[in-house]
């Protein structure tokens, strides 16, 4: 088997074209949204031959003040895509992707694999172990009013239909004014003691504003006051209620009629589903993913895979975090060197 590899920086090469259709991928695998997210911090690891294709994209990021680095996203489903006609291509594919890794000092690997491509079942039987760790809600997006609504539980009907009398949506696109969604997520952030990794800075925002995947959508009332507000992506695979704020005390039904409205806006696009995302915690009995589950019962999953490229060095970290902290040898956490 005569593979070719390529190794870019901020960009994918010309040649992956010829292989994938990347409005048949995930939005989080398009050049535009990875510039949006990381800047030019992200790097494309691609392995083809003439029938084949193996594309993966990642961030690294440096262990402390180590040379060493791991990659772990924590926004969107950007694992690897696999087209290939035998399991022999997949796990050489995995052992040249892992080699190099070695070489450039990335010790190991969290992969967020894709709940609509469900691309982690190739690589069941690689060096992946891959496992569902977060029941995800995914809507069904129609462009008709009334079989949107039907999509939805009778409680959300009933307050989306309370919702209209009052309330409306504007759909702001590129470029739009941030500041207002910027200081209501920040906002929203402080109330909910949120991890730092999600206090993401203003520029980021700025950047959301003038790409072309990325939606504003607002809630607002008479007054125009803002009550509901949300980032969308739009992609044909699937569009993404990306990240959202509300305003406090929430209002009944501001945010079912965001939602909705989101839906029959990315039907109206040709995109079928908007993924609502998870719970804030893994547990079935979240409140949040209870919420989302009124917008579709049916069950999905965040599959996320394993990868260690040096075993000699990750057993090192994390016997080392183990020797200061004993209670996280029994811990399910994969870096657990992250905990110090």
Same mark, same amino acid.
């Given at each position: 088997?005569?593979?070719?590899?390529?190794?870019?920086?901020?960009?994918?090469?010309?040649?992956?074209?010829?292989?994938?259709?990347?409005?048949?991928?995930?939005?989080?695998?398009?050049?535009?949204?990875?510039?949006?997210?990381?800047?030019?911090?992200?790097?494309?690891?691609?392995?083809?031959?003439?029938?084949?294709?193996?594309?993966?994209?990642?961030?690294?990021?440096?262990?402390?003040?180590?040379?060493?680095?791991?990659?772990?996203?924590?926004?969107?489903?950007?694992?690897?895509?696999?087209?290939?006609?035998?399991?022999?291509?997949? *796990?050489?594919? @995995?052992? /040249?992707? &892992?080699? +190099?890794?070695?070489?450039?000092?990335?010790?190991?690997?969290? !992969?967020?694999? =894709?709940?609509?491509?469900?691309?982690?079942?190739?690589?069941?039987?690689?060096?992946?172990?891959?496992?569902?760790?977060?029941?995800?809600?995914?809507?069904?997006?129609?462009?008709?009013?009334?079989?949107?609504?039907?999509?939805?539980?009778?409680?959300?009907?009933?307050?989306?239909?309370?919702?209209?009398?009052?309330?409306?949506?504007?759909?702001?696109?590129?470029?739009?004014?941030?500041?207002?969604?910027?200081?209501?997520?920040?906002?929203?952030?402080?109330?909910?003691?949120?991890?730092?990794?999600?206090?993401?800075?203003?520029?980021?925002?700025?950047?959301?504003?003038?790409?072309?995947?990325?939606?504003?959508?607002?809630?607002?009332?008479? *007054?125009?006051? @803002?009550? /509901?507000? &949300?980032? +969308?992506?739009?992609?044909?695979?699937?569009?993404?209620?990306? !990240?959202?704020? =509300?305003?406090?005390?929430?209002?009944?039904?501001?945010?079912?009629?965001?939602?909705?409205?989101?839906?029959?806006?990315?039907?109206?696009?040709?995109?079928?589903?908007?993924?609502?995302?998870?719970?804030?915690?893994?547990?079935?009995?979240?409140?949040?993913?209870?919420?989302?589950?009124?917008?579709?019962?049916?069950?999905?999953?965040?599959?996320?895979?394993?990868?260690?490229?040096?075993?000699?060095?990750?057993?090192?970290?994390?016997?080392?975090?183990?020797?200061?902290?004993?209670?996280?040898?029994?811990?399910?956490?994969?870096?657990?060197?992250?905990?110090?």
């Amino acid at each position: 088997m005569s593979l070719k590899i390529i190794h870019t920086y901020a960009d994918y090469p010309e040649i992956v074209n010829e292989y994938v259709d990347f409005n048949n991928l995930d939005a989080f695998q398009s050049r535009e949204v990875l510039n949006v997210i990381y800047g030019d911090n992200w790097e494309s690891f691609i392995i083809l031959d003439d029938k084949n294709v193996f594309i993966h994209t990642f961030s690294r990021n440096r262990i402390n003040n180590s040379e060493y680095f791991d990659i772990e996203p924590f926004l969107g489903y950007s694992g690897p895509i696999v087209i290939a006609e035998n399991e022999e291509f997949i *796990n050489t594919a @995995i052992e /040249s992707y &892992s080699a +190099f890794c070695k070489k450039e000092m990335i010790i190991a690997e969290v !992969l967020r694999f =894709n709940p609509i491509l469900k691309n982690h079942i190739c690589f069941e039987k690689s060096s992946i172990k891959i496992s569902p760790v977060k029941e995800i809600v995914v809507a069904n997006c129609k462009s008709n009013r009334d079989l949107q609504l039907n999509e939805f539980s009778k409680s959300r009907k009933r307050d989306i239909k309370t919702a209209f009398r009052s309330l409306k949506v504007e759909i702001c696109h590129s470029p739009f004014n941030y500041k207002e969604f910027y200081k209501l997520y920040i906002d929203n952030l402080n109330r909910n003691n949120a991890k730092k990794e999600w206090y993401f800075p203003e520029s980021f925002f700025l950047n959301i504003s003038k790409n072309k995947f990325f939606y504003l959508f607002k809630v607002v009332d008479q *007054n125009n006051r @803002i009550h /509901s507000a &949300s980032i +969308f992506i739009l992609h044909s695979l699937c569009s993404y209620y990306f !990240l959202a704020a =509300n305003n406090y005390p929430g209002l009944s039904g501001a945010n079912d009629l965001l939602i909705f409205e989101m839906c029959k806006f990315a039907a109206g696009k040709g995109s079928d589903k908007l993924v609502l995302g998870g719970g804030n915690t893994s547990r079935s009995d979240d409140p949040l993913l209870l919420y989302k589950k009124k917008f579709n019962s049916e069950n999905n999953f965040l599959y996320l895979g394993k990868l260690v490229h040096n075993n000699k060095v990750f057993e090192s970290f994390c016997n080392n975090i183990i020797t200061q902290r004993p209670e996280l040898a029994t811990s399910n956490y994969f870096l657990k060197y992250r905990l110090l």
